[in-house]
Every structure is written in C-alpha cells, then in structure tokens.
C-alpha cells in the first residue's frame, strides 16, 4: 500500500471521441478499502472513466496512478496494471461458450499461470461465498441476468484486485434480480473492497458509499458523503439531476 | 393435428412416386431412349469401370483431405493478420488484403497451370516437380483466400466488448483472440465453412489437367477404351454420393445454428 493508503488517484484526465469531449478534467482519489459512487445522467461520462482507468480506451491528458505507479506513463505493460484493476460491466460480457468455472478461471490460469487444480478451488470458494456453487458447470446463456452479473463479479475478483470498477452492473437487469446483485456488492463493501462505483441506484449509494462525486459535462461537479451530496446538494446542476430522480420514484 | 400431419406425409409420398412414375414413362418412351441409355447408362460397362473409377478417387479424396487441412490453417492465419489492429501492422493488414484479393480474383486452371507446368519448367534445384504437390500448393493458395474471409467475418461477428472483457482480465491481445474470440468466431462459420469444402471437393479434379490420374482422368481413359459416356456418368454419382450427404450436413447445422439462437436470444 501506498503512502496515504490511497488506492487509486486520477489527475487531470481528458478523454475525447473525435469533436466530442467526454471528460474535462476529472480529479479524483479513492482511498484503500473506500467506496465512491458515481452519480450522474447518462452521457455525464461515467463509463468513460472506468474505461479509462482501466486502460481500456486511450486518455488524451492527465494522470491515472493505481498504489503510487503511474499507469498512463508511456512504457508501462497494461496487461500487468489491469489485472490490479477488476471491471464489471452493464452487459456481464462473460464468454458465452465458457462453463460458469470456465469463465472465472481463464484469466488466473492465463495470465497469472495458475494450474488447473488451483484455480478451479479459488473459483469454487468463490462461487460458493457468492451462491453460485451449483451453477459451476452451467453456461451463461442457462442463467438469470443476475446470476450472470454475479459471476461476472467473481470473474472480476478470481483475478485480486486492488481496485473494482463497477460500471452500472444493475442497469441491464429485472427490476427483481437488482438486489441480488446489490447484495454481492455491499459484501465485498463490508470486506474491505476498494470500489469506485458508477450506479443509478442513488438509495445503494447512500447505503453503501464512503463518498459520492456527482459527474456533469464531464466534470465532477461536487463530491463528499452521501448525506451532503444526496440530500443537501450545494450544485444546482446535482439538485436538478436529483430531482429528476425522484421524479422518477428511485430515490 | 397428428392426424393432418400424418395425411400430408401420406399425400406427399403418393404425390412424389406418382410424378416420379410419369417422368420415368415419358422418359422411357421417348423416341432416343435406347441409344441415350446404351451411350450413358451401359450397365456392362458401369460395372467393370467403378472399382477401378473408385481407385482413381483415391487421389481426389487424398488431395482433398491434405489441402482442407492446410487450408484450414493457412486460412486462419491470413484472417487473424487481416485483423491485426494499430498502425504498426498495417503494411501486415495491407499484404494479407492483396493476398486474398489476388487468389479470389483469378480462376483457379490458370493457377494450378502456372504452378504446374510453369514452375518445374523453371528446372530450379530442390524445387519438386509432382503435378500432386502443385495441385495441393494452388488448391491451398486459391481457397485459403475465401476461407479466411469466412474467419474473418466470424471474427468481426465477436462483439468488441468480449474482447475488452478479457483485456480487462489481463489477458493479452493473443490470448483474447485465441481463448475468447476464435472458438467463438469459428463456431460460427462452421456452415460456411463447409460449403466451401463442398467446392474443394469438385475442384480436386483440377489436379488432372497436370496428368495425375484422379476420378476425371480415369474416366477420360474409360471413355476412350470404350467410346461410351457411362463412365462420365460413374464419375458424377461418385461425387453426388460424397457431396450431397455434406450439403444435407451443412443445412442441418444452419437449421441448429437458428433454432439454438432463437432459444438463447441471439449470442451476445
């Protein structure tokens, strides 16, 4: 661990798409074992972000420094950095023609060339810690949107990372199965996970958020603890964007 | 609702041999039947020109099976170098591009000629002169070229996020393509994949324009011995009774290919 316990730290950070900026500007630092959610309408650049911690689109400026190492520096292997930093998508994205264990084992025996023996008893523990010991030899297409996200987080935390990024992992799922997932989330919360969150469901957030940054035009506009942020916003932009949300009946 | 389908089949049965009936009478009836059927299906000479038919069709089959396999290789790799991403590879992408542009583009005599009369012409050490070995060379060179944009269409059909998941799990550009993206691009383009095949297959008597005696050949030499067709006509059974049960195969695989996406929703 770093000097500060500081987890994650984001300076600066660009990103365009073509003439489009996403985001302008972003700074931000996750604290070891701290929770920050990420609120903010859809196209405030929430999932651009988590890309682009994770490397996966290219940043234009700014810094991203995971433990104190510098991973946008020129040179750096950004297959070595992302097996530091988990993402769990929208859309599960697990391997279609992989088994439940096929998809929560490859990378640890890919990449971190761990034997077959070894890998399928850490995803066992896994499964098993999660409810989804009886589904090990099934197929994605033979499970529940939320028994899929589930593996996705398993798939995500098979690898240890320091940090988890999850981009929305609710959002493309039953209104029933939410909590489920939810519940694998606030666990790992519990455990000491660090985690920077982006999510619609702002009544998670106040449950389960050290912090909150409010994410606007590709700025984060405001951020602190949730009480402030959800209930006495200083922003007119986060009142706004909050108002709407109730309007909506999820708050 | 059993008993209407029953019905149908039983309509359909009675209908096909009834149709069958009529074409087979008018056929057999017509004024130049006899001599049709003493030139194209001259029994006697059917069968003592099959088994030594069927022994030339060994060369076909074997070409057959030795190119599909080096095809099948040959054909990943140009698709997987077509697919290479960043600037670095483009002169890689460009190469693999011509490639496939150039051997879809010209008709495969010219090759298998060019390869077998040309190149042993050039009278190079070391350089082999079996007409097999060129004909195996061209058919691999002519139908990698299709084959490898079948690959490359199954690989384009991989949505990019599977690939950003497993990047995202710290598995290499290679490693995604070979774990993630390939099994599953090729599942998808097995039925393609076999229809091409079906077209190696007729194409194998390519390899008799330089001499080798396969299936076409021998029935060259059949005909000439006994100046008539029907050993034309064994030549082209023998090919039905191979090619067919593969076309059927193909469609069964399609028919699957839909239903399985049906059910699941479509593969994401």
Redesign the interface.
Known sequence: MSAGGEALRIEGLHKSFGALEVLRGIDLTVAAHEVVCLIGSSGSGKSTLL?CI?L?EPIDAGRVVVEGEDITAPGVEV??I??K???V?Q???????MSVLGNVT??PR???KRSRAEAEDEADALLARFGLADKRHEYP?RLSGGQQQRVAII??LA?RPSVLLLDEVTSALDPELVAEVLDVVRELAAGGMTMLIATHEMGFARDIAHRVGFLDAGRILEQGPPSEILSAPKEPRTRQFLQRIIQAGRL | MRGSRRRSIAIAAVSSVAFLAAIGFAIVNAPGWPRVRDSFFNLEVFAESWPVMLRSFGVNVQLFLIAEVLILGWALVIAVLRSTPGPVFFPIRVLAMVYVDVFRALPGILVIFILGFGVPALRLPGVPRDPFFWAVVALVLLYSAYVSEVYRAGIESVHPSQTAAARSLGLGQLQALRYVVLPQAVRRVIPPLLNDFIGLQKDTVLVSFLGTVDLFNRAQIRQSATFNYTPYLVAALIFLVLTIPLARLTDWLVARDARQRAVTGGVR
């Open positions: 890309r994770n996966l297959d070595r992302r097996r930093i988990g993402i998508f859309a599960f994205n697990l391997f279609p023609h490859l990378a890919k990449v971190l297409d798939r995500a690898m």
